[in-house]
C-alpha cells in the first residue's frame, strides 16, 4: 500500500520525522540503504542531548527505531536512486525496487569524506577505516594512525586508546577544532602522540595496510608512520545529485525554508542533507519535526 509520507534515510533526523508524521496518523515508508542509525550509531557517547546525560550513540538510533517501529513505520532497505513527479505524489527509483508516496521527506544526511590518496580505496576493509567503533577491535594492541581535528576524530581517539597499543592522531592544521572537554580528555592519555601540520599522502601495503605517509607542511618532511590500522575522520559530504531537479542545491546541499519545504511543493527536508551553519544531533532532530509537521500540512491540503 502507498504510504502518505516516503521518508528516504535512516538516520536521527528520518526516524524524528516519522514519529511526528505516526503520531500525526499519517502512514510512513522509511528508505534506507545500509543500516537504520545513522553515522551517530558510530559515535562512542552522546553527552549534547537535551535530557540524556550519556548515551552511546547506537543505544540513542536504537531505542529511536523501537519508538518508531512500534508506532507502525514501515521500513525498506534500498537505496533511493532518483525521484519523480507523478499526477497524485512521487515516485522514488530504488537500487531493487520503486516506492510511491503522497509526499517525500529527505533525510539521506551525509557520506564519509576521504582523502583521495594513494592505497585508499583499494586498502579499505584490510587496514583503512571510517569508523572506530565498527572497526577498531579488529586492532586491540596494536598500533594505529587517527586523522582528523575535530569532535569525532577526538572521540575516535578516546576510544582507540581503551584499545589500542598506541594512537598517533595526526592533524592537517596547527591544532584541534573539538569540544574542550575532549581536548582535556586527549591531552591526559599516555598512549596517543598528536602530530600537527600533516598532510597524508599515501596509505602502503601490498595486501594489508603496513604504514601511512605524510608530509611536514611547514618543513615538507616525509614521516612515515607503520601501523595496523588507519582511521580517517575528516568529515562529510552531501550524496544529493540524485534528486536533482526537483530539488535545489547549493553547495550540494539541499535549499529549504524555514518550513523545511524545497523547491518542489510536497518535498522535504531535514538534517545533515540540507543547507544551514549548525549539524548536530539535535539540529538534525529539530529540522526533522519542522519538515514532518509541515508535510503533514501539505497532505492536509492535497
Known amino acids: 500500500m502507498r504510504p502518505d509520507v516516503l521518508v528516504i534515510g535512516g538516520g536521527p533526523s528520518a526516524m524524528t520525522a516519522a514519529l511526528y508524521l505516526l503520531r500525526s496518523g499519517r502512514s510512513v515508508t522509511l528508505l534506507e540503504r545500509e543500516n537504520f542509525g545513522g553515522q551517530i ?6 553527552e549534547n542531548f537535551p535530557s540524556i546525560k550519556s548515551i552511546s550513540g547506537l543505544d540513542f538510533s536504537n531505542n529511536l527505531f523501537d519508538q518508531i517501529t512500534s508506532l507502525g513505520a514501515d521500513t525498506e532497505m534500498d537505496e533511493a536512486l532518483s525521484i519523480e513527479k507523478k499526477d497524485d505524489g512521487f515516485l522514488a527509483k530504488g537500487k531493487y525496487d520503486s516506492y510511491e508516496a503522497k509526499a517525500i521527506i529527505i533525510a539521506s544526511g551525509v557520506k564519509h569524506r576521504h582523502l583521495g590518496i594513494e592505497g585508499e580505496e ?45 594512537v598517533y592522531l595526526i592533524t592537517l592544521f596547527d591544532r584541534f577544532f573539538a569540544d574542550e572537554m575532549l581536548v582535556k580528555a586527549l591531552l591526559s592519555l599516555q598512549n596517543v602522540t598528536i602530530f600537527h601540520n600533516m598532510s597524508a599522502i599515501s596509505f602502503n601495503g601490498k595486501d594489508a595496510l603496513e604504514s601511512v605517509s605524510f608530509v611536514d607542511t611547514k618543513t615538507k618532511e616525509k614521516k612515515d608512520f607503520p601501523c595496523a590500522g588507519a582511521f580517517v575522520a575528516i568529515g562529510q559530504v552531501p550524496d544529493n545529485e540524485r534528486f536533482k531537479p526537483l530539488v535545489e542545491l547549493e553547495k550540494d546541499y539541499i535549499k529549504t525554508d524555514e518550513n523545511g519545504a524545497t523547491s518542489t511543493p510536497g518535498i522535504f527536508a531535514s538534517g545533515d542533507c540540507i543547507k544551514e551553519n549548525v549539524r548536530q544531533l539535535t539540529t538534525a532532530c529539530g529540522t526533522a519535526a519542522i519538515a514532518a509537521l509541515s508535510a503533514n500540512t501539505y497532505l492536509f491540503n492535497h
Not at 41 to 46: T, W
Not at 157 to 162: E, V
Open 41 to 46: 550509531a558510530d559515535s562512542p557517547k552522546v
Open 122 to 166: 583499494r586498502l579499505l576493509g584490510h587496514g583503512v577505516s571510517y569508523c572506530a567503533v565498527c572497526d577498531g577491535p579488529f586492532y586491540a594492541g596494536k598500533d594505529v594512525v587517527l586523522i582528523g581535528d575535530a569532535n569525532s576524530a577526538l572521540q575516535y581517539a578516546l576510544l582507540l586508546s581503551s584499545i589500542c597499543h598506541h
